[in-house]
C-alpha cells in the first residue's frame, strides 16, 4: 500500500509541476536547387561558370571549368534565392535577390551587396547587361525597369509603372543597336518596348499573347538573316509555348513547345542557335526557311544556362548541377562536370501531422518535404515534390495540394517513398487553379476537398471533390464569384468555407467582402454565403472550444452562428491599414484540451481564454501553426521548426 502512494505522489509531482516550453528543432527542408546562372570568360580565357543555390541564405558559387575549382561561395545575405544573373560589359558578375542586387569580381572572396534597387520592390525577377557596364533590371511589385551604374547607383529609367495595372516584369532583353530594352510583363503578358534614346514606352504584340499570364524569359538574338529575333516562353495555367518575334518585321514568325530560354546559346558569325528543352539539345537555325529545330543531343535537367566556348563546343549548366559539354557538329557529350552545390535549408510553406505521428514540413518554392518524429527526435526528408500549400489525410494516405497548377499527390506513407514507382502519385492538375490551400478529408463520404486560389491574373477559386476509391475528381469553379477559397472546414457533419476577394498574383480584386458560407456535398452547391462586416477575407475556420465555428476576418477572431448567419463574437487582433498585395492564409489556429485557444496571426503566437477573454501573445515569429496527436503545438519560425508544450502537458 505504501509503495502505491509513493508511485501516485510522483506521478502527481511531475504532473503538476510540468511547465510550458518552446523547443527549436531546426531546420526541416533542405535543396540544392540551383537557379540564376552564367558563363562567363576572364581576359586570360580561362572560363567559369557561376550560379545560385537557394537557401536562407542563398548563395552565389563559382567554379573555373577546366580545373572545376571553386572560386567563390558566398552567402547573399537578405535573400533566399535569385531569378537571374548576368554578367555586365566589364565582366563583373550581377545576381538578382530580394529587392536587391548583389555584385561580384573575378579574384574577390565574397559577393558585394549593393543594397535596395527602387523603393518598395520586393523581386527583382530578371537582369540584362547594358552598355558601359550598366546593368537594368525587372522588378515586382510595381513593374518597374530599373538601371544600375556602377558609379551613379540606381534609377528609375520607367517612369514608373512599365504597364498600368501590371505587377511583373518578369523578362528583359537589351538590344545593343537600338539602344532598346523589350520586357516581357504579367501578369497578363505583354511586350513592351522602351526606348532609352528617345525615352518612351510602347506596347507590342497587341491581343496576340494577352491569353498567357506571363511573357517570363526572353533572349535577344542579334545579326541573323532576316533580322534580330525576340524568343520568349510564355506560360499560362493551361498553356505554354516559346515565340520568336521578329525586332524588324514586328511580327510573331513561328511558335514553339515549351523550350529553356535561358539555355540559348548563339554561335557567332553564324544563324544557328544552341538550347535546351525537356532533357534534349536543339540546334535551330535561322538561315533556313523552314526553322524547324533539330535535336542533336541528350542533356539531365533543366538548362538554367547556356555557352559557346573557345573552341565552339556547346555548354549548358542544368538543374542536375551538371554542365555538359556537347560537340555540336556530332552532338557527342564531350565532358560532363558535376558541381558540388551546396545543400542549405529553406523556409517552411506549409506543415501537417501525418497518420505516421510525424510533422510534415513542405519546402518553399524550391519544394522537397521533410519530417520530424517527435518520439524520436529523428528528421527524413523527402524528395522530389513541388511546394505543397496544403496537406490532408485519409487513414494511411497524405494527399499534397501543390504550387504551380494546383497539383494533386498522394502518398502512401506504409510504403517507400519512391517517385518513379508512383508514390507518391500523381492525380491530376486542377484546371484554372494554382494553389490549393485547403485541404479537408471527408472520412465518412471517402472524398477529400480542396479550396484554392486560382492562377495569376485570375479571379474565382474552386472546390474539387477528389473520389479516394476511383482517384477520379470534380472541380466547381467560380462558386463565390470573383473569390478565392482559402478554407474549409467540417462541423456537426456540415463542410463551411472560407473566401478572399484576392485572386491570383497580379489581378485587382472586384468584390468588396470576403464570405463565409455552407457548401453541400451531395448536391454540391453553396447552400448559402455571408459576409462578416467589410472584411476581405474569412480565413482559418475551426472549431472552437466550445465546439462553434470561429474563423479569422482579415485581422480579427470571429465567432459565427452558422445557424442564424450572425457573429456572435469578435476581437480585433491586427488592423490592416490597407489591402495588401494579397491576403490568403491568415491566421490558423486550434483548440486544445486545456480547454485554450491557441492560433498564428501575423507572424505570433497567441492563446486565448474564451471564457476569461484573456489573450497572450506567447513568441513571435511564428506562423503556420498546428496541433499535434501528442498535444504539442508546432509552428515555424523561418526554416525551423518548433514545438510548444502547454503548461501540464
Given at each position: 500500500m505504501l509503495k502505491k502512494y509513493i508511485i501516485v505522489l510522483i506521478v502527481s509531482c511531475i504532473f503538476y509541476n510540468a511547465k510550458s516550453q518552446f523547443v527549436n528543432h531546426g531546420p526541416q527542408v533542405y535543396a540544392a536547387a540551383i537557379q540564376g546562372s552564367h558563363f562567363l570568360k576572364d581576359e586570360s580565357g580561362k572560363e567559369y561558370v557561376f550560379t545560385v543555390a537557394r537557401g536562407l541564405p542563398a548563395r552565389l558559387v563559382g567554379y573555373e571549368l577546366e580545373t572545376q575549382k571553386v572560386v567563390v561561395d558566398s552567402p547573399l545575405q537578405g535573400t533566399d534565392g535569385s531569378w537571374d544573373m548576368e554578367v555586365s560589359s566589364d565582366n563583373i558578375v550581377y545576381v538578382s535577390g530580394n529587392g536587391k542586387m548583389y555584385s561580384y569580381k573575378l579574384g574577390d572572396k565574397d559577393v558585394k551587396d549593393l543594397g535596395l534597387a527602387l523603393p518598395n520592390q520586393k523581386v527583382i525577377w530578371d537582369l540584362v547587361a547594358g552598355k558601359d557596364g550598366k546593368i537594368y533590371g525587372g522588378?515586382?511589385?510595381?513593374?518597374?525597369?530599373?538601371?544600375?551604374?556602377?558609379?551613379?547607383?540606381?534609377?528609375?529609367?520607367?517612369?514608373?509603372a512599365l504597364f498600368a495595372g501590371e505587377n511583373y516584369v518578369r523578362s528583359l532583353v537589351f538590344d545593343l543597336n537600338a539602344n532598346k530594352i523589350y520586357a516581357g510583363i504579367g501578369s497578363h503578358a505583354g511586350l513592351i518596348a522602351l526606348d532609352l534614346n528617345k525615352q518612351t514606352k510602347r506596347q507590342l504584340m497587341l491581343n496576340q499573347i494577352n491569353e498567357h499570364e506571363f511573357l517570363y524569359d526572353m533572349e535577344f538574338i542579334s545579326n541573323l538573316s532576316g533580322g534580330d529575333r525576340l524568343i520568349g516562353w510564355l506560360n499560362s495555367a493551361n498553356k505554354q509555348e516559346t515565340i520568336i518575334y521578329n525586332v524588324k518585321t514586328e511580327k510573331v514568325e513561328k511558335s514553339l513547345p515549351s523550350i529553356e530560354v535561358k539555355s540559348i546559346a548563339k554561335k557567332d558569325q553564324s544563324n544557328l542557335i544552341y538550347y535546351t528543352s525537356s532533357g534534349k539539345v536543339y540546334m535551330l537555325d535561322f538561315g533556313s526557311n523552314k526553322l524547324e529545330p533539330k535535336i542533336i543531343s541528350n542533356v539531365e535537367g533543366r538548362g538554367r544556362a547556356g555557352y559557346i566556348d573557345k573552341n565552339g563546343n556547346y555548354n549548358v549548366i542544368t538543374a542536375s548541377h551538371k554542365v555538359f559539354k556537347i560537340d555540336v557538329s556530332t552532338g557527342e557529350v564531350l565532358k560532363v562536370i558535376s558541381l558540388e552545390i551546396p545543400k542549405s535549408p529553406i523556409s517552411i510553406q506549409s506543415i501537417f501531422w501525418g497518420p505516421d505521428n510525424k510533422v510534415w514540413s513542405s519546402g518553399y518554392l524550391a519544394g522537397n518535404h521533410g519530417t520530424f518524429d517527435p518520439a524520436t527526435g529523428k528528421h527524413e526528408s523527402y524528395i522530389g515534390l513541388h511546394q505543397s500549400e496544403g496537406m490532408g489525410s485519409l487513414g494511411n494516405i497524405?494527399?499534397?495540394?501543390?504550387?504551380?497548377?494546383?497539383?494533386?499527390?498522394?502518398?502512401?506513407?506504409?510504403k517507400k517513398w519512391n517517385l518513379r514507382d508512383g508514390n507518391p502519385k500523381f492525380l491530376g492538375a486542377i484546371k484554372n487553379q494554382d494553389r490549393p490551400f485547403a485541404i479537408l478529408p471527408l472520412k465518412n463520404k471517402n472524398e477529400v476537398l480542396f479550396g484554392t486560389v486560382p492562377g495569376y491574373g485570375r479571379l474565382g477559386g474552386a472546390i474539387t471533390h477528389l473520389d479516394v476509391k476511383t482517384e477520379k475528381y470534380q472541380t466547381f469553379e467560380n462558386i463565390i464569384p470573383h473569390q478565392s477559397i482559402v478554407s474549409l472546414v467540417e462541423i456537426d457533419g456540415r463542410i463551411f468555407g472560407g473566401t478572399s476577394i484576392s485572386g491570383g498574383l497580379g489581378v485587382v480584386p472586384i468584390s468588396s467582402h470576403g464570405k463565409i458560407f455552407e457548401w453541400d456535398p451531395l448536391e454540391k452547391k453553396v447552400l448559402w454565403a455571408d459576409s462578416i462586416d467589410n472584411y476581405w477575407s474569412i480565413s482559418g475556420l475551426f472549431k472552437g472550444p466550445d465546439d462553434s465555428l470561429w474563423a479569422f476576418a482579415d485581422g480579427s477572431l470571429v465567432k459565427y452562428d452558422f445557424n442564424n448567419r450572425k457573429v456572435l463574437y469578435k476581437k480585433v487582433i491586427y488592423k490592416y491599414n490597407q489591402l495588401p498585395s494579397h491576403i490568403w492564409r491568415n491566421g490558423l489556429a486550434i483548440s486544445h484540451p486545456n480547454g485554450l485557444m491557441y492560433f498564428t496571426l501575423t507572424d505570433k503566437l497567441y492563446s486565448y481564454d474564451v471564457a476569461t477573454d484573456e489573450l497572450k501573445m506567447l513568441k513571435d515569429n511564428a506562423s503556420l501553426m498546428i496541433l499535434g496527436s501528442n498535444n504539442k503545438i508546432y509552428f515555424k519560425h523561418g526554416t525551423d521548426l518548433w514545438s510548444y508544450t502547454p503548461d501540464g502537458y
Open positions: 522588378t515586382y511589385p510595381d513593374c518597374q525597369v530599373f538601371e544600375y551604374d556602377p558609379i551613379k547607383g540606381y534609377k528609375d529609367i520607367g517612369n514608373g497524405i494527399y499534397f495540394g501543390n504550387y504551380t497548377h494546383a497539383e494533386i499527390f498522394s502518398y502512401d506513407v506504409t
